[in-house]
């Protein structure tokens, strides 16, 4: 039995040798101080090499002459959209206002309820119409600009606003054209300055050091 046992063992650990299994017999505790030279440690939760999870790269593969950020064109879609949406709730809760105002000295009823209700829809079907509008035109001028211009900057969302303005007010005679002017020109600045701040902000620093 002792005999048995001992080929046993032998013909394990031979079959264990051929494999890598044998040798000394070293435990974790051993092998945890050895350097990996030029190699980095391997992940304790992942048995993968943590050089493989860095991405060095960009994460997604970009077609040939196309820009890592989003045109004017593509961003239309999502200006018009936003706007037509934020128009419809503005105006729905104008129209909740206005409905309820105007029918304080009814009694709760279904005249009153179907009154609230014609406000309500009515009062979102025009901000919506009017905020919608006003994004297609701003749009459709920025995508010209950057195009006639070929550089998309700042620049360009000014002169969108401006010709919005005045397109938008140009039923009103020229006193109409130039206050829309007027007020896309003011708006667009305005955002154009919130975007530009911090960078503003961080040149006067260093002028002022």
């Known amino acids: 039995m002792e005999g048995g046992g001992g080929t046993g063992n032998k013909t394990a650990g031979g079959l264990a040798g051929c ?3 044998g040798g000394a017999g070293y435990s974790h505790a051993d092998l945890a ?11 304790p939760y992942l048995n993968v090499d943590p050089r493989y999870l860095v991405q060095d790269t960009d994460e997604f593969i970009l077609p040939t002459g196309a820009n890592k950020t989003r045109g004017r064109f593509e ?3 999502f200006t018009i959209g936003g706007c037509c949406m934020t128009g419809a709730a503005f105006g729905a809760l104008n129209g909740l206002r ?6 304080q000295n009814m009694a709760w009823s279904k005249p009153r309820n179907v009154q609230i209700l014609n406000m309500v829809t009515r009062q979102g079907a025009l901000w919506a119409n009017t ?10 001028f920025g995508v010209i600009t950057e195009k006639t211009r070929g550089a998309e900057d700042d620049l360009n969302t000014v002169a969108a606003g401006t010709m919005t303005g005045m397109l938008y007010k140009c039923t009103g005679g020229l006193r109409g054209v130039a206050r829309g002017g007027l007020a896309g020109l003011t708006l667009t600045s305005l955002y154009a300055l919130y975007n530009n701040w911090e960078h503003m ?9």
């Open 19 to 21: 494999f890598g299994a």
């Open 98 to 103: 206005l409905g309820l105002k105007e029918t």
């Open 33 to 43: 101080g050895v350097p990996l030279t030029g190699m980095n440690p391997l992940s």
């Open 75 to 77: 961003l239309a879609f």
């Open 201 to 209: 902000k961080g040149s006067l620093l260093q002028q002022s050091l």
């Open 131 to 140: 905020l919608g509008s006003l994004a297609l035109l701003y749009s459709a």
